[in-house]
């Protein structure tokens, strides 16, 4: 199994930012993950793909974050970074990280693995 933990999330006020990080782990050592995203889920909302990023460099944003979040990746340390800035109160949600495609040294993950969550709050 692929174990994913979130971190960084908190209370921000209007404009202000918080950086998201993601902590990847298997039971072999990871050497590459194709996939890293990032979702976010508001309350009565469903969850949203807000960033992505792609094992050759390639990134894409919700339209809603575009300017405003920056998506990056540590392949060394297999962690996945969300730098958010200008915070909005529609962005308060539950941030969550999801890998797919996991290489190890014994084995490869072919599926999607998601965190826990990480509470983001933007009061106005």
């Known amino acids: 199994q692929v174990q994913l933990v979130e971190s960084g999330g908190g209370l921000v006020q209007l404009g202000g930012s918080l950086r998201l990080s993601c902590a990847a782990s298997?039971?072999?050592?990871?050497?590459?993950?194709?996939?890293m995203r990032w979702y976010r889920q508001a309350p009565g909302k469903q969850r949203e793909l807000v960033a992505f990023?792609?094992?050759?460099?390639?990134?894409n944003y919700a339209d809603s974050v575009k300017g405003r979040f920056t998506i990056s990746r540590d392949n060394a340390k297999n962690t996945v970074s969300l730098q958010m800035n200008n915070l909005e109160p529609e962005d308060t949600a539950i941030y969550y990280c999801?890998?797919?495609?996991?290489?190890?040294?014994?084995?490869?993950?072919?599926?999607?693995?998601w965190g826990s969550g990480t509470l983001v709050t933007v009061s106005s």
């Open positions: 999801n890998v797919e495609g996991v290489y190890t040294t014994t084995r490869f993950y072919r599926s999607e693995y």
């Open positions: 298997a039971s072999g050592n990871i050497f590459s993950i194709n996939v």
């Open positions: 990023s792609g094992s050759g460099g390639y990134v």
